[in-house]
């Protein structure tokens, strides 16, 4: 089993920045794609990023290109997103999430992932 918890949601202003953290415990040595996805009120969970560690590829949504960064750190089983130049629209509950299989496709399908975390809450203001 995996389990996923993530970390370091908060209110900030717009412009600013924030890192998230996932810590992965259980079978982490069968994990090998981490996402992160997120959740606005009202809308349909979406795809924001994902890296896939056997592949060395990473992918963003057309949405937070630029912006976001995602990075791992694979000594400490935990996967980092690194928020910068935040807008009130980037508002959202932010989940991490892997899928049970080495690969997937499409990598933005959040039907595909087994694993998700609980979710930390990002609010932008304007």
């Known amino acids: 089993q995996v389990q996923l918890v993530e970390s370091g949601g908060g209110l900030v202003q717009a412009g600013g920045s924030l890192r998230l953290s996932c810590t992965v415990s259980?079978?982490?040595?069968?994990?090998?794609?981490m996402a992160w996805f997120r959740q606005a009120p009202g809308k349909e969970r979406e795809f924001v990023t994902a890296?896939?560690?056997?592949?060395?590829?990473?992918y963003y949504a057309d949405s937070v290109k630029g912006r976001f960064t995602i990075s791992r750190d694979n000594a400490k089983s935990t996967a980092y997103l690194q928020m910068n130049s935040l807008k009130p629209e980037d508002t959202a509950v932010y989940y991490c999430a892997a899928p049970r299989t080495i690969t997937i496709a499409p990598i933005s399908d959040s039907e595909k992932y087994s694993y998700w975390g609980q979710g930390t809450q990002v609010t932008v203001s304007s």
């Open positions: 259980g079978r982490t040595f069968s994990i090998d794609t």
């Open positions: 890296n896939t560690r056997s592949g060395g590829s990473t």
